[in-house]
């Protein structure tokens, strides 16, 4: 299977309720996640580097000004604001150069965003990690979001550490490599022990 739908998704649910019991509890409570899906192309590869160490809500706002400016969100729009442009719309300077820097790897054909949606995850990622500012989070969250890969564990991914830790029980939050590890029992359906799982982690935020 090459890409999550609506009923794969509710099939890998299954799947996994009925080998990790405390997958189940969440299920059993809160559902089946939410697809969350996005765009595969330019625009969502911008907003993943925007979502880098801030809030949802405060990268949403950014982008939202983005577009506004822009018109439409493509490589050439941000070509022509620049760097500067981008760092006049409240961009950091880091990520004003990330943005710039990617659609300039479009524009010039350098990175085949069609090549990489038709790649496997091992190549595909190789591709979009030689972009600068697009490292092993941010590309693991647009083959799970975008292209909707039905296996993928995000690298880093603090809500996942929270929420294996209590959900699992664990004397300490998981760093990266117990959390690779322990998710390699979800396999083939680990971007739907991630849904799983953030769906979890939004529920008890939101009870806090």
Do not use: N
């Not at 559902?31 to 801030?54: A, D, K, N």
């Not at 981008?86 to 524009?107: D, E, I, M, N, P």
């Not at 799970?144 to 294996?164: Q, S, T, Y």
């Not at 300490?172 to 680990?190: E, S």
């Amino acid at each position: 299977m090459r890409q999550l739908t609506r009923s794969t998704l509710r099939l890998g649910t299954r799947a996994l309720s009925a080998t990790d019991p405390d997958l189940a509890a969440i299920v059993r409570r809160l559902g089946v996640p939410p697809f969350w899906g996005r765009r595969p192309g330019f625009p969502t590869l911008v907003r993943i580097i925007l979502e880098q160490q801030v809030s949802l809500a405060a990268a949403q706002t950014m982008y939202e000004r983005l577009a506004r400016r822009a018109g439409a969100v493509t490589p050439e729009s941000l070509i022509a604001l620049g760097a500067p442009g981008l760092r006049s719309l409240g961009f950091t300077g880091q990520k004003a150069a990330y943005c710039a820097g990617l659609a300039a790897s479009v524009h010039s054909g350098e990175l085949d965003l069609t090549a990489v949606a038709r790649a496997d995850a091992e190549t595909g990622r190789h591709m979009l990690l030689q972009v600068r500012g697009l490292g092993p989070w941010s590309v693991d969250i647009y083959f799970l979001m975008a292209l909707r890969r039905p296996d993928i564990w995000p690298h880093g991914d603090l809500a996942l550490a929270d929420a294996v830790h209590r959900i699992k029980r664990l004397r300490k939050r998981p760093d990266h490599a117990t959390l690779t590890r322990l998710a390699r029992q979800w396999a083939p359906w680990r971007s739907v022990a991630t849904r799983i799982l953030w769906q979890d982690y939004l529920a008890v935020r939101s009870e806090r």
